[in-house]
């Protein structure tokens, strides 16, 4: 594949970097990569993947943009609300590249789709905001094979994590085990998010996209990163493989998805 004139112009500061050059900007064309919710973390992502030149991007999300968004999902503006959220997403990723294929999918993921949206993506990011979608995304791709990016964000903390098969690396799972009980962890909504945490995790996850595709760096196997905003602090953290994770263990007991119930957190408590 030879670039046009335009796409050097477009992707020359990719092409002069000596980890991405001709062949990570070819490879980066050619790759395919699912974003999962079209929030506050699937926005900034989604930008940036598309700026990248990711030939191919789907991005899932059942929702419509309402105004309590623009605070965080910069992919979405003021006159786009009650648009679809991934009609607004691909208008603004194909108005920064037009280069990029956009597949969207206006549905809510489940056990019984999951699997088919995902098979055909090289990397998946998972940009949802509620634990049932967590962890259905990470044991689908595991069970799937299909490397993922898990990221979450609260408040003003936020934290992400890679896997990718045969890494020998912890899954999602190993680490938080089952989602929480009810009344234990409150959402975005009920807690609130600054709104430039959504940013900074969210090009995270673009970027651990990013390097998987173009071979460059060290990817978040085997580490949680943690992100305090009110201290300036970055934390990477060393975790284990559970030997007897559910899903990622040489003898899983999870042999079916699940769809977990959606508990609310009651914050008078």
């Known amino acids: 594949?030879?670039?046009s004139n335009e796409q050097l112009e477009r992707y020359s500061r990719h092409i002069i970097l000596k980890e991405v050059g001709v062949k990570g900007q070819k490879k980066l064309l050619n790759a395919k990569v699912l974003i999962i919710g079209a929030g506050g973390l699937g926005a900034p992502a989604a930008l940036y993947l598309a700026a990248a030149g990711v030939g191919t991007i789907g991005i899932a999300d059942a929702d419509e943009v309402d105004l309590s968004n623009l605070q965080r999902q910069v992919i979405?503006?003021?006159?786009?609300?009650?648009?679809?959220?991934?009609?607004s997403a691909k208008e603004s990723m194909q108005a920064i590249n037009p280069d990029v294929n956009v597949i969207t999918y206006r549905e809510y993921i489940y056990s019984k789709n999951i699997l088919d949206i995902i098979k055909d993506y090289d990397f998946v990011l998972d940009g949802t905001d509620n634990f049932p979608a967590k962890f259905l995304i990470n044991d689908a791709c595991v069970k799937a094979g299909i490397p993922f990016c898990h990221a979450g964000i609260i408040r003003f903390r936020g934290q992400l994590m890679t896997?990718?098969?045969?890494?020998?690396?912890p899954c999602y799972r190993c680490v938080f085990k089952e989602p929480p009980p009810k009344d234990a962890v409150p959402t975005?909504?009920?807690?609130?998010?600054i709104g430039?945490?959504?940013?900074?995790?969210?090009?995270?996850?673009a970027m651990e996209a990013v390097k998987y595709?173009?071979?460059?760096?060290?990817?978040l196997t085997g580490y949680l990163l943690t992100y305090d905003a009110l201290t300036n602090d970055f934390r990477k953290i060393k975790i284990p493989k559970d030997n007897h994770c559910g899903i990622c263990s040489d003898h899983p007991t999870i042999t079916e998805l699940k769809d977990y119930e959606q508990v609310?957190?009651?914050l008078r408590k």
């Open 1 to 3: 594949m030879a670039f």
């Open 76 to 87: 979405h503006a003021t006159a786009d609300i009650g648009k679809p959220k991934v009609e």
């Open 163 to 169: 896997w990718v098969p045969g890494a020998a690396a």
């Open 188 to 193: 975005c909504k009920q807690a609130g998010v």
């Open 196 to 205: 430039a945490m959504a940013g900074v995790i969210g090009c995270l996850q």
């Open 213 to 219: 595709i173009t071979g460059a760096g060290e990817l």
């Open 264 to 266: 609310a957190c009651d």
